[in-house]
């Protein structure tokens, strides 16, 4: 079990337009929900923490109008990246966690290229 | 100061011999978690193991082990009987206390060769 999917696994879209990104927990309620970005060779970076039914809490130097963060369900958080630039291009995963439990699933990543 | 250090960005073994991750870390709080996370080329995180910081014991799983020395605050994945699969980047990170964030390291690459 704990099972964490996203959609798209990659998409390519022109700058200026919005992307969204969908994260499902496929067999488990997840109450907290992160999204992470990594750019080639480096690390995960977390942006943003969201909880089922509220708003997301922002890593600092992220920007909360472009990067927009919807839980709003206990299998569902979706990313926007509005107006997208070539500079968004990165690899974005979004992670899940159970109720009661620290333990991180991931999803597969999503592959975002801006032209 | 990083939390997470992995000193190796690149590493390369043997098929089928044993090779060690370093991962070194820096908290002050009692309690904490240490994972290892595989991620290959298809960029999936994938979980390899976990050792908590009142755990007596070495985690294992498989092939996978965890040199955990709480003194000197290292956690070193060693993995035995290396196969080409295991060629991936390998992060190692830390959670803290009553956290659900992790904190990952850089990274190092492994790859393995015939």
């Known amino acids: 079990g704990a099972v964490v999917s996203q959609h798209p696994s990659w998409v390519i879209c022109k700058s200026g337009t919005s992307v969204k990104i969908e994260c499902r927990s496929l067999d488990f309620q997840a109450t907290t929900m992160f999204w992470y970005r990594q750019f080639p060779k480096q690390s995960l970076m977390l942006m943003a923490t969201s909880n089922e039914g509220s708003k997301a809490t922002y890593e600092q130097g992220v920007e909360k109008d472009k990067f927009l963060i919807n839980h709003a369900s206990l299998t569902l958080s979706t990313l926007t990246v509005t107006s997208a630039h070539p500079e968004d291009s990165s690899f974005y995963i979004c992670?899940?966690?159970?109720?009661?439990?620290?333990?991180?699933?991931f999803g597969p990543g999503t592959r975002l290229t801006v032209t | 100061a990083q939390k997470i250090t992995q000193t190796q960005p690149g590493m390369f073994v043997q098929e089928k011999e044993a090779v060690t991750l370093d991962c070194t870390y820096d908290t002050s709080d009692p309690s904490y978690g240490l994972f290892w996370y595989k991620q290959p080329s298809s960029g999936e995180m994938i979980f390899l193991i976990y050792?908590?910081?009142?755990?007596?014991q070495n985690a294992t799983e498989g092939r996978y082990s965890l040199n955990f020395q709480k003194a000197r605050k290292s956690a070193n994945l060693v993995i035995s009987a290396s196969q080409l699969g295991d060629s991936a980047m390998y992060f190692c990170?830390?959670?803290?206390?009553?956290?659900?964030?992790?904190?990952f390291g850089r990274g190092t690459s492994l790859i393995v060769h015939p």
């Open positions: 050792q908590g910081s009142y755990d007596q």
């Open positions: 992670s899940a966690c159970k109720a009661d439990s620290y333990e991180q699933y």
């Open positions: 990170a830390m959670r803290e206390g009553g956290s659900y964030i992790p904190t």
